[in-house]
């Protein structure tokens, strides 16, 4: 292979959508059988098929997680996956450029060279497509969080070692065990965060996921009880997160205004929101488990606090 030709790296196979072959073109890989969700989905409705470019300085397995994790959320989503691995010179960003020229879609990427990442975005303004760092908001969150400056090498982020592998399945675990999915193997899992919906569960487990800690998050859904297998659960450390009511409401219509929904219902009643609050704080207080309230924690500050627990419970166990 020319010194100056990406290379393409298919995903590893994942329930999503399998491993993908290289493309026609012999550098991207392309296929569109990369599924959003499909939980519950109308299957006589019509497919939304997209274009989707995912480049890389190095593997390109984290792109192609998030990427995945993403399309997850959606039902009658499918993309056309142009996976371009090892961009490191000019030259090779070309050819990626060529094929986003050639097939317009949706960018993201993980390339540290200034250079390389100001052209990319460049071609993608002037093509009038959408570009991603996806990882540029958490690297920032921790470059602020821990007062050090990012060191932008190429394949750094990538080093084959014990500590980048167990990232990788940490971040694994808590994508796939969200929101109290995959609850069968949940005793295997470090951390299991509970909480009412919207309590920042599922970015706290991603922030500790990045420190190596397998973190499951489940919810407490109001006349529903616990799952039976966190009730079991012998093995994880278990922590409750709570928040005040008022807050939880403000946060709750956010997010029904995102989504476009009706601002009704007990979702966001004040006294509904309140008692459901008051449940959860009771089943922690039953259970023994530490709590932690979000109301005035930054994510950062929240996983900080719950890996400290964390640590001082391993020193006791």
Not at 43 to 48: A, C, G, I, S, W
Not at 278 to 305: C, H, M, N, Q
Request: net charge negative; with cysteine; hydrophobic share 40%.
């Amino acid at each position: 292979m020319a010194e100056d030709e990406p290379t393409a790296a298919p995903p590893r196979p994942t329930p999503a959508a399998p491993a993908l072959s290289p493309s026609a073109d012999g550098a991207a890989g392309a296929a569109p059988a990369l599924r959003g969700g499909g939980h519950g989905a109308d299957l006589h409705r019509e497919q939304v098929l997209f274009d989707l470019h995912l480049v890389s300085d190095s593997s390109g397995e984290t792109v192609n997680t998030v990427a995945r994790a993403v399309l997850a959320q959606f039902d009658g989503v499918d993309a056309r996956e142009h996976v371009w691995s090892l961009v490191r010179s000019p030259a090779q960003l070309e050819k990626v450029i060529q094929s986003i020229e050639a097939h317009p879609g949706l960018v993201m990427y993980t390339l540290a060279l200034s250079e390389l990442r100001e052209r990319l975005e460049e071609a993608c303004r002037r093509l009038k497509v959408p570009c991603v760092p996806v990882l540029d908001q958490i690297t920032d969150i921790v470059s602020g969080y821990l007062g050090v400056s990012v060191s932008r090498r190429p394949g750094r982020r990538h080093m084959l070692d014990q500590e980048y592998f167990a990232r990788i399945d940490a971040m694994h675990f808590a994508l796939i065990h969200d929101d109290g999915q995959s609850l069968w193997d949940i005793d295997d899992a470090d951390i299991i965060l509970v909480g009412v919906s919207r309590s920042s569960k599922t970015p706290t487990a991603i922030y500790l996921a990045n420190r190596g800690v397998k973190a499951a998050n489940v919810p407490l859904v109001p006349g529903q009880p616990l799952p039976e297998e966190v009730e079991s659960a012998t093995r994880p450390f278990i922590v409750g997160l709570t928040t005040s009511p008022e807050r939880l409401v403000q946060i709750r219509r956010n997010r029904l205004l995102s989504l476009n929904q009706p601002d009704d219902g007990e979702y966001i009643d004040i006294d509904a929101v309140r008692t459901e609050v008051i449940a959860a704080r009771r089943l922690f207080e039953r259970k023994g488990w530490p709590v932690i309230d979000v109301t005035r924690r930054s994510i950062e500050e929240t996983a900080a606090a719950i890996y400290q627990m964390y640590l001082r419970h391993l020193g006791e166990s």
